[in-house]
């Protein structure tokens, strides 16, 4: 590869904090809030103009979908994020607006309708964005938007801070403790940690999302009912026959037709609907042998991406009962990512922890039995949990740098658990917590005292056993 040599430069320090975050998505907005609440300064670093990550930038509400009467709720910030959004106005009811009682009465059996309300309810993307500011204003976190991290700033083997760029130039902040929550383990790279990265052709694929209006939702739900989804079209489950907003069909027809290539992915879950005739997140387009850390990959990705979703909505309007007079409302700002470098952490949670209601004395908090991946859809019905150890979001060789969200350390088939935003925020409310306490007993984050975090995160209101 052809170099150039840039010259030495001096890089200005424009902040000095306790706890940096670098990533404004679940893991991150959970990070900063839980180690702000513990009164250590704090500042939350975002490449775009606005945080909520994988919701509010590709569109993903169903920070819940998992939920099911029985499931055993993992508490914390992720729960926070749904109350204080529904409090806010910014949640929609999935099922609220169903009259069919047949459906009704289905749903349940399923036990997605308790007492006729839902278990769950889906964030609005866009007033998530809102929703996010006020959380982290009334918290005394410090944002910085429009701004990427580029380098750190370390000695001997002790992160001390991180290079960033953005319209102001080349910057410098430096930190006690750096919480990497980029989705993408961009920090713990770039400072030498330990990572692993699967082949192109083995990694999870990318999605690009989109919403439509226009729909008669009536004849929609209608059709909906006469050709239900159920999560075991597509892969392993523990009860295939569950309901599912897994729409197939018209997809099929236009491959059918030689409308959609034969190679082309579209199979889509559809989110809310409004009474406006909107469904706001049709999760259809996915595409596979795309690296996340390779930027030629990503705007590969974007760009097939929109095709595709051209493709997908002619397929809807055409072959849909309800959608002949829809048309695109939004496409995701940004792609859909799932899987990319991970830390080797102290410990790799496994898919036989997932599976087996794994426990752990250096619990940071609980997370439901779900696995989405991998031809795997595993929900939690049963209220069976697995505890998230401290070990996968600390890092090997580097002092003082945590890690959360997608990019913790585990292995494949655990990853499709760990990916979720409920564990994304888990990992990421143990991680602050986790910073907040060391700088207060004044150890690195590798000697702090577990049992003085976990009563931290029990007073936080995370359920730990």
């Known amino acids: 590869m052809n170099t150039i040599e840039e010259p030495v430069r001096k890089t200005p320090i424009i902040a000095e904090t306790d706890v940096l975050v670098i990533g404004g998505g679940p893991a991150g907005l959970a990070a900063a809030l839980a180690a702000a609440r513990e009164n250590v300064d704090t500042i939350l670093l975002e490449r775009y103009g606005f945080f909520g990550g994988v919701i509010t930038q590709s569109m993903i509400g169903t920070i819940a979908w998992y939920r099911y009467a029985k499931t055993i709720e993992a508490s914390g910030i992720g729960v926070e994020f749904e109350e204080r959004a529904k409090n806010m106005g910014a949640t929609y009811n999935i099922f609220g607006d169903i009259k069919n009682e047949d459906m009704i009465k289905t749903l349940e059996e399923e036990e997605l309708l ?7 309810e889906i964030l609005d993307t866009e007033k998530f964005k809102y929703v996010a500011d006020e959380m982290i204003e009334e918290a005394n976190v410090t944002p910085l938007l429009h701004s990427y991290a580029v380098d750190v700033v370390k000695e001997d083997n002790i992160i001390k801070g991180v290079i960033i760029e ?46 439509c209006s226009g729909i008669n939702i009536g004849k929609f739900l209608m059709y909906i009912y006469l050709n239900p989804g159920k999560i075991g079209d597509w892969g392993e489950a523990l009860d295939e026959s569950s309901f599912s907003t897994y729409l197939v069909e018209p997809f099929q027809k236009a491959k059918e037709a030689g409308e ?40 590969k990705a974007e760009i097939e991406g929109r095709k595709r979703v051209m493709m997908a909505v002619d397929a809807l309007k055409k072959y849909t009962p309800g959608f002949k007079n829809a048309r695109l409302r939004t496409i995701g700002t940004s792609l859909g990512t799932r899987e990319s470098r991970k830390i080797l952490g102290t410990y790799t949670l496994t898919e036989e922890d997932v599976r087996n209601e794994a426990r752990f004395e ?27 150890p401290y070990g996968i979001i600390l890092p090997k060789k580097v002092e003082n740098l945590l890690v959360a969200g997608r990019c913790v350390s585990s292995d494949k088939i655990a990853h499709a658990a760990t990916r979720q935003m409920v564990c994304c925020s888990i990992t990421g409310q143990g991680a602050g917590v986790t910073a907040a306490v060391s700088i207060k007993d004044k150890v690195i984050c590798r000697d702090v005292d577990i049992k003085e975090v976990q009563n931290t995160l029990k007073n936080q209101g995370v359920r730990l056993d």
Not at 182 to 208: F, R, S, W
Not at 362 to 368: E, F, L, N, V, Y
Not at 370 to 375: C, E
Request: proline share 4%; glycine share 10%; net charge negative.
């Open 362 to 388: 250096d619990s940071i908090g609980i997370c439901p039995e779900f696995i989405d991946g991998y031809g795997i859809a595993i929900l939690p019905l049963t209220g069976r949990y697995f505890q998230v």
């Open 260 to 299: 959609i290539p034969e190679d082309v992915r579209i199979e889509s879950y559809w989110g809310n609907y409004t009474d406006a005739g909107e469904i706001t997140s049709f999760n259809a387009v996915h595409m596979w042998d795309i690296d996340c850390t390779d930027v030629w990959d990503l705007t």
């Open 114 to 120: 308790v007492d006729g309300e839902p278990t769950y």
């Open 166 to 211: 953005n319209k102001s130039g080349r910057q410098a902040i430096l930190a006690k403790r750096v919480i990497d929550a980029t989705g993408d383990a961009d920090i713990a790279y770039l400072a030498g940690a330990p990572c692993q990265k699967n082949l192109k052709k083995e990694l999870m694929e990318v999605t690009v999302n989109f919403g």
